[in-house]
């Protein structure tokens, strides 16, 4: 596929301090791009280089093949930024303050009009039309700065936590409009809100310390744990001879303890029943299985050093 | 650009219709009634021998404009800047930062200049109107190039400067400069010889001066209005290399 955006060794630096590193990567037209990792490892600040926000302090980046730096003009049309705070000038009213934006990218009165009724009626934003930027709840504000980015119909839409401060059914139907829009339109977005990146992504880019540390879809990123589960067990005591006993069972992976509870990985689900059996004279209170996500996956002792 | 910028103006206006028309009204007649009507007593008459009551009119009608322009500059430069609303969203639309610095001065002067418009008619419903309709002319001219190095000025201000204390300082100083630093209330003949020709010198002072030797003479120095709006580019340019460094840090 075609790639909407393309990143050559760009780097960023604060003062001495390396916020992005030679990133190169492409992403392709029409995809959903999530960008996750702690905070301070410069998700955001990518996101600003690719609105053209702010200028790389070296490599390239191209929209569509145009050179951000080269053709600044032509890639901003293209591009639409929904930063994570509110901008709304908090005199105006939501739709005012979405037709300013359409009026800033010269687009036509009647043209602005559809795409605020095709854009903000699923957001549920309509009613909310006339009341000013500065009385409304910050799920509102985001949702009418995605309209606002919208109205000039940009190919790129680039979020920072895209549905920052809003409530579940404000999330579900900005969800179902991004997925929509993911058709026509390139979203990349960074955002903590892990569960919905595990459901709506075609690729995660996991950043660590400027660079990107894992890039693939969930179930790629996921390959190198296949297999690997997560599994607690609750005992009434768990002393610490039990503790050392369970560390020893050789399937059992990076184990540890808070107060009773013994954690551990394991590739099979059989690792279970071989704790169980070592365990099998103590009382256990509770048990726990899961497969691994994105959350295990960010976990930072897993991130510094994996599972082996 | 200018298109948008000037429908925001009209779209803010109408959403503060009545405290904004108490304010374009009450703005000229409280100047008026507070500086005209007092000074006159003080002054008795200028130094060409005028009224002080006409004289002053023009200067009143600058420092009018002067007043509506700062909250124009302050609202979109400093304010909304340092809670980083709007401008970077502005910034981001497909146009040149020099092309951005001159819409917003584009549209505020504009707005100072209704206003000065507006506060010259109710002003001359107070008192007798002293200018010929070519001296307005001038005078409008001269005072669009004012508040083109003004609307600068305070642009310089709000970006330069990252704190509200700082700021309303910064305001202040300014504006007993506007009042009593450009000719506008006090002339210059009245400063000692060395303060005088400071502030004859200095940039928001000329376009004024320049109204004044065309007031007093007839005389129009075209020249020093051509370096005044050349001064002016300048400083546009030099706003907008500010602004590039502010919306990067």
Redesign the interface.
Known sequence: MEASITLKKVGKLIGDKTILAGLSFGVERGSIVAIVGVNDTGKSTLLKLL?????PDYGQVFIHGLDMEKR???T??L?G?V?N?????????LE?NI???A???QVDEKIASERIAKYAKPLGLVPYFNN?AMNVSHGTQKKTMLV?ELIHDPDVIMLDEPTGYMDAESIRLTWDLLKELKREKTIIYVSNALAEIEQAHDRILVFHEGRIFMDGHLDKLLESTLNYHQFQVEFDYLSDDLYKKLTQVATVVSPNRLDNIFHFYGRTRNVFFDVIRTASDELMVDLNVKKLGLRDLLDSEFAARGLD | ?I??LL??RI??WK??LISSFFLLLVLPFSVYSLVSLSFKNIMGKSLSGMPYEFWVIPGLVFIISSLGLYPLIYRDFFD?RIH???L?????????KRALIGGYLCVAGLEALMLGIVSLLIMSGLATYPLTMIETVVMFLCLMVYLFFLGNYFITLGLAIDTQTTLFLMTALSFIFILFGNGYLIEFGFFPIGVETFLTWQPLSIPFRIFQVYFRTGIMDWALLTGCIVLGILWTLANTIILKRK??H
Do not use: H
């Open positions: 609105s053209g926000f702010e200028n600044r003009r032509e901003r049309s591009i930024y930063p705070e509110n901008d709304l000038d908090p005199w105006l009213t005012q037709r300013f934006t009026n800033l990218y000013f606002r | 650009m298109y948008a429908m925001r779209w803010l959403n503060r909304l980083r609303k709007v970077i969203n502005v910034a981001l639309a497909p146009y040149r919306l990067i």
